[in-house]
């Protein structure tokens, strides 16, 4: 039977005795309910559920881990066996709805005395109880590598992790998508955020992936040469054949002739460009061209992401923010250009990592009434404690170099010829997703709302890129099977690891209406 108090991560500290007696009066309900058979049950729920509502509003309890609780309870009774989903969400949603209103009012009925009642918000980060990040979820020839690298950054486990996750996902890009079914798939495509104070580790954290990418980037600078040399080729013979078609043109004309018609072989190319795999410069166009360079996408690395997303909405009139909105699905995109030629894109795909100070997440995202915040997956981790020097950490990291060129060179055919492979759920990996699924649409819609339900239902999917991209990770993880047919072990905790409440209520104290 799960215990309330036995939660830490879930509890938020500072409650007071009628808190805590709620706790224990919440606790004893849900035990009558998990063994509960018959009608009893769905009064036992609504009851339930208006106590939970009543702690979550007073703060002393995340919703999610509310969410938990009774969705445990439900399954252990039956509920949703015997009576339908539907009716669940229905009796839990009309029972918050009601007692968290009155607990509401309540509060703002309440007479305040500034002096003996300070707010100790003000005092506050913001950053709440969270939990770390789930290391244990990551593959596990991973675990040791991201403790070690983390170590040897001095940062925490989640700096290293979420631009991992990201930088690794715009590597594979359009060139894999997941399958949940016959008419659903997405690409494996993450947008990650670790939120802190500047000086908490957020570059450095970058700087452990990035640091490789340019090596090997390095290392392929000469069979890049010789690429723009062939270009350069292709371009001065089609240049020859454009100004010799050019003369048969005047001449037939001038003997009244037809003029024959343009060779293929006088199109000029477009102008080379050097294929990278992460960059820090944002732009609509330089990113549009690059993809032109490598069309299964590439990933946005920036220390801070709030000019990012602020940016979006100031230029060309919003239209920078559609293209971002299509670059997290892959879908084909033409940019449009007023003296240029148009760039026409089969796969727009972009991956996005980065920082964003606490104080910036509500000016990033205000007017946000897109969802944009919510494809993001966050991390706030805590600051990273002192730790002595180390010497077992290597500045070059032959596991992670290996790891990257071997996403790098994934199958994927040539050019413009890019053609995604699918990768299938297995049975079981099917059934844990449908569970997760589940409970995104019953019990987390009754008990989220605002930006924390906008951003819940977006769970689903990025459940099942997370998956694709840890497969791919233990993939390429040097001594691995280079087999291209694993599926990915669906793990719900990994996703929800990266609680957005706390976040979420960054970005409402500063003033956003949802």
């Not at 979550?56 to 309870?73: F, K, T, Y």
């Not at 955020?193 to 980037?217: C, D, F, N, W, Y």
């Not at 089609?238 to 010799?244: E, N």
Request: charge should be negative; glycine fraction near 8%.
């Amino acid at each position: 039977m799960p215990d309330i108090s036995a939660r830490p991560s879930r509890v938020n500290g500072g409650m007071g005795s009628a808190t805590a007696a709620a706790l224990e009066e919440v606790e004893d309900r849900l035990h009558h309910l998990r063994v509960a058979r018959g009608d009893a049950r769905l009064a036992l729920l609504a009851s339930s559920a208006a106590m939970m509502a009543e702690v979550v509003a007073r703060g002393h309890m995340q919703p999610s881990a509310a969410a938990d609780l009774l969705h445990e309870a439900c399954t252990a009774c039956s509920l949703y066996a015997d009576v339908g989903a539907d009716r669940v969400q229905d009796v839990i949603g009309r029972a918050w709805r009601e007692a968290e209103q009155q607990t509401l009012e309540e509060i703002a009925a309440q007479p305040r005395d500034p002096w003996t009642d300070p707010d100790t918000t003000l005092l506050e980060d913001g950053r709440g109880p969270l939990p770390p990040f789930p290391v244990a979820t990551m593959p596990p020839a991973w675990r040791p590598w991201l403790e070690r690298a983390a170590r040897g950054a001095g940062v925490m486990s989640d700096h290293v992790a979420m631009p991992l996750l990201a930088i690794v996902s715009g590597l594979i890009g359009a060139a894999r998508r997941i399958r949940a079914s016959r008419s659903w798939s997405e690409p494996l495509c993450l947008w990650t955020a670790v939120v802190g104070l500047s000086g908490t580790g957020k570059t450095p954290g970058q700087q452990v992936i990035t640091r490789e990418l340019s090596r090997i980037e390095r290392g392929r600078a000469a069979s890049i040469e010789e690429a723009r040399a062939q270009h350069d080729t292709r371009t001065a013979a089609a240049k020859s054949a454009l100004r010799a078609w050019r003369r048969d043109v005047d001449e037939a004309l001038k003997a009244g002739r037809p003029a024959p018609e343009r060779p293929t072989d006088a199109a000029i190319p477009a102008p080379f460009v050097s294929p990278r795999f992460c960059v820090s410069d944002a732009t609509v166009e330089r990113v549009a061209t690059l993809i032109e360079a490598r069309p299964r996408g590439l990933a946005v690395v920036q220390d801070e992401l709030a000019a990012l997303f602020l940016n979006m909405q100031r230029y060309n009139r919003g239209s920078d923010r559609e293209f971002w909105l299509q670059a997290w699905t892959g879908l084909p995109y033409v940019i449009e250009r007023q003296t240029r030629p148009p760039i026409s894109l089969r796969h727009l795909l972009v991956a996005i990592t980065g920082g964003f100070q606490p104080s910036k997440l509500a000016r990033a995202f205000a007017g946000d009434d897109d969802g944009m915040y919510a494809r993001i997956l966050y991390a706030w981790p805590a600051e990273p404690p002192y730790r002595p020097l180390a010497d077992d950490v290597d500045e070059v990291d032959a596991d992670l170099l290996d790891a990257l060129m071997k996403l790098v060179d994934l199958p994927a055919g040539q050019g413009t010829d890019l053609e995604p492979r699918y990768l299938p759920l297995s049975d079981d990996a099917r059934a844990r997703f449908e569970r997760f699924r589940h409970e995104v649409m019953t019990v987390g819609r009754a008990s989220l709302d605002g930006r924390e339900r906008e951003w819940w239902a977006k769970g689903p999917g990025q459940v099942l890129r997370l998956a694709g991209v840890l497969a791919y990770l233990d993939w390429a993880m040097p001594g691995r099977s280079a087999a291209d047919s694993g599926h990915p072990a669906l793990s719900a905790a990994a996703w929800r690891a990266q609680e957005p409440t706390e976040v979420g209520e960054e970005i409402m104290n500063n003033g956003i209406t949802l």
